[in-house]
C-alpha cells in the first residue's frame, strides 16, 4: 500500500510519491483570513437598529396586516400563498410568514 507509508500526510490527503491518488508534496495548509464576500447577507448593528426603529414608529404594511390576519385565524397555507404573491418568491414568502408569526407571537 502507498498510503500507509511514513511520509503519508492524512489532513493534506498528499502522499509525497510522485504518482498516484495522493500525490505530490506534504505541506503544511496555510490559514487564510475570512474573505468580505463571506459576511454577504449578514445583518450589522446598525442596520438592525435602523430597521426596528422603524418598524416600531412606521408599524405595518396593509399586506402585512392581512398576512397577520390569515395566521390569527390559523389559515397559514392561505397566508403563504397571499405572501407569495406579494413577494414574488416561496422563499420570501415563507421568510415574511415567520416573521409576521413572530410579530404576532411578541404582540400578545
Given at each position: 500500500r502507498v498510503c500507509s507509508g511514513e511520509g503519508f500526510d492524512r489532513m493534506s490527503g498528499a502522499s509525497g510519491i510522485a504518482v498516484g491518488l495522493n500525490k505530490g508534496h506534504i505541506v503544511t495548509k496555510k490559514t487564510s483570513a475570512p474573505r468580505p464576500s463571506a459576511r454577504k447577507?449578514?445583518?450589522?448593528?446598525?442596520?438592525?437598529?435602523?430597521?426596528?426603529?422603524?418598524?416600531e414608529v412606521v408599524g405595518f404594511a396593509p399586506y402585512e396586516k392581512r398576512i397577520m390576519e390569515l395566521l390569527k385565524i390559523g389559515k397559514d397555507k392561505r397566508a403563504l400563498k397571499f405572501a407569495k404573491r406579494r413577494l414574488g418568491t416561496h422563499l420570501r414568502a415563507k421568510r415574511k410568514r415567520e416573521e409576521m408569526g413572530d410579530a404576532l407571537r411578541t404582540k400578545k
Open positions: 447577507g449578514v445583518l450589522g448593528k446598525r442596520t438592525g437598529f435602523v430597521r426596528e426603529l422603524i418598524r
